[in-house]
């Protein structure tokens, strides 16, 4: 089998590394000294670059392309632990939109968000009690033709800095719907939440919001498409990301265990350490070839259900491995500030999460094997 990128895949690759290597360095240090928590003046670069526009076609500014290109990009993205919402914005909320999305909708948000001029992100997760059910009021009335919504949703990425929502809510049926939700619309607060990563996600509380009734993204009954739609996406991009970030940790773990001098050798000629990172690199090559496996039936329109949560649920355990593997073969100096192994450490942990862990995957590809 020949698993080797194109020659356009090769120089998309090597002129991604190049820009983010050169402009990108420090960024995840410095982002998190800002209100935004990313770059604005980098975000703009990007949509000059192209990025944003990746698989959507040229009639609304995209550059086409597959999602293959996408998660190539994500893994680079990874590597410097590039802050923003370049997963919830073009991937998550454009994508979903371009396929669910009315030709208005299409029309009037596209642009923008290819361009970088506006930022949509997905609102999915509301509160819920240890016992499971909801832990605060919600509620979705209609009056005069519009949507009135009050309720809460939490984790949602940059939802401070966001032009719109991608609102997950249940109509009087109990089916799901997607709304779109303008944030300058007056019953909108939003508060960010404390993390260990220097992601910014945040509260956002709606009450009574009122949302025109052609917001809905997915007509005839695909809100639950759509949503799920918005998780596997979701869910693969991050898979990409934390490879990208593992990818790194081993590359600083294993300059550290040459140089590294103990009882007159260097510590990775030990076989404890060297063992070690021989599981460092084994964890790595399987997220490679899950979340690349998964991608590819992606941009050949298959269907990848199954293959999306295997990458997550090996990416999300490899993480927390990994990164605990090099903080450990570092030794203190793997957490303290001044050294960016820590800011890896954090940021695994958050992605960990973020569309399902382990063990919420897990229990999606088992269903797929004992399904009757």
């Not at 909801?134 to 032009?163: C, D, K, Q, W, Y």
């Not at 960010?192 to 917001?215: F, H, Q």
């Not at 090099?326 to 820590?342: A, P, S």
Request: hydrophobic share 40%; charged share 25%.
């Amino acid at each position: 089998m020949d698993f080797s990128f194109s020659k356009e895949e090769v120089l998309l690759q090597k002129s991604a590394r190049d820009f983010l290597d050169k402009e990108c360095k420090d960024i995840a240090r410095e982002s998190e000294e800002t209100s935004e928590g990313y770059s604005k003046a980098i975000w703009a670069r990007m949509a000059e670059l192209g990025w944003m526009g990746i698989g959507f076609p040229d009639e609304y500014g995209g550059m086409g392309g597959s999602f293959l290109e996408l998660v190539i990009l994500l893994e680079e993205m990874g590597r410097v632990l590039l802050p923003g919402p370049f997963i919830q914005c073009p991937i998550c909320s454009g994508l979903v939109i371009l396929e669910y999305g009315s030709e208005a909708q299409k029309k009037e948000l596209l642009p923008g968000l290819i361009e970088g001029r506006i930022l949509i992100v997905p609102a999915l997760e509301t509160p819920v009690s240890y016992a499971g059910e909801l832990s605060v009021s919600e509620s979705l009335e209609i009056e005069n033709g519009n949507f009135i919504l009050s309720g809460t949703r939490i984790f949602v990425p940059f939802a401070h800095m966001a032009n719109g929502f991608l609102v997950r809510t249940e109509g009087n049926d109990d089916q799901e719907m997607l709304l779109f939700v303008e944030s300058k619309n007056p019953g909108i607060k939003v508060r960010v939440l404390d993390s260990i990563d220097s992601g910014r996600w945040c509260e956002l509380v709606m009450d009574k919001v009122k949302v025109p009734a052609e917001n809905i993204i997915g007509k005839d009954d695909a809100g639950e498409k759509a949503v799920k739609r918005i998780k596997n996406l979701g869910a693969i991009s991050h898979a990409a990301f934390v490879l990208g970030m593992l990818e790194k940790v081993l590359d600083m773990t294993t300059r550290y265990a040459k140089e590294r001098m103990q009882f007159e050798r260097p510590i990775g000629s030990f076989q404890t350490i060297s063992h070690q990172m021989a599981e460092m690199a084994i964890d790595i090559e399987q997220v490679k070839y899950l979340t690349y496996h998964a991608a590819w039936k992606i941009s050949q329109h298959m269907s990848a259900d199954m293959e999306i949560s295997m990458a997550k649920a090996r990416a999300s355990d490899a993480s927390r491995r990994v990164c605990l593997l090099g903080v450990k073969i570092h030794g203190g100096i793997g957490i303290i500030d001044e050294y960016d192994l820590q800011l890896y450490f954090r940021r695994a942990k958050a992605n960990e999460f973020a569309f399902g862990d382990g063990g919420y995957h897990r229990e999606i590809v088992a269903a797929n094997f004992l399904r009757p």
